[in-house]
């Protein structure tokens, strides 16, 4: 029901969007959130919305570099990064809540895209 994309390959400094379309249900009225997990490690959050926009969050990790967003007429939220670095790669996750309200924690989401994958090179 998430179908994340956008992730690929890029130099250190460069940006990426990345994008999350649902489909099978409306998330209007939903949380939505970006994950990501590097190789080893375990899921992290770094960005969520809450269900009307109004409020958005960033872990300190990406605070200033990347920012979430949404378009609920095309049902999709999307994770501008830039300035990326080598530590940003990871498989990205977006996920989606059953309410409005917004958590970092992986276990508060009741749904989740595949990922995609982004690679900063050095």
Same mark, same amino acid.
């Given at each position: 029901?998430?179908?994340?994309? #956008?992730?690929?390959?890029? %130099?250190?400094?460069?940006? *990426?969007?990345?994008? /999350?379309?649902?489909? #099978?249900?409306?998330?209007?009225?939903?949380?939505?959130?970006?994950?990501? %997990?590097?190789? !080893?490690?375990?899921?992290?959050?770094?960005?969520?919305?809450?269900?009307?926009?109004?409020?958005?969050?960033?872990? $300190?990790?990406?605070? #200033?570099?990347?920012?979430?967003?949404?378009?609920?007429?095309?049902?999709?939220?999307?994770? %501008?990064? $830039?300035? *990326?670095?080598?530590? $940003?790669?990871?498989?990205?996750? /977006?996920?989606?809540? *059953?309410? !409005?309200?917004?958590?970092?924690?992986?276990?508060?989401?009741?749904?989740?895209? %595949? #990922?995609? *994958?982004?690679?900063?090179?050095?």
């Amino acid at each position: 029901q998430l179908q994340a994309s #956008g992730g690929g390959l890029v %130099q250190a400094g460069g940006s *990426l969007r990345l994008s /999350c379309a649902a489909s #099978g249900r409306t998330f209007e009225s939903s949380a939505k959130a970006w994950f990501r %997990q590097a190789p !080893g490690k375990e899921r992290e959050f770094v960005s969520a919305i809450t269900g009307s926009g109004s409020s958005t969050y960033y872990s $300190d990790s990406v605070r #200033g570099r990347f920012t979430i967003s949404r378009d609920n007429a095309k049902n999709t939220v999307y994770l %501008q990064m $830039d300035s *990326l670095k080598p530590e $940003d790669t990871a498989v990205y996750y /977006c996920a989606a809540r *059953l309410t !409005g309200y917004v958590y970092s924690a992986v276990n508060k989401y009741n749904y989740w895209g %595949q #990922g995609t *994958l982004v690679t900063v090179s050095s």
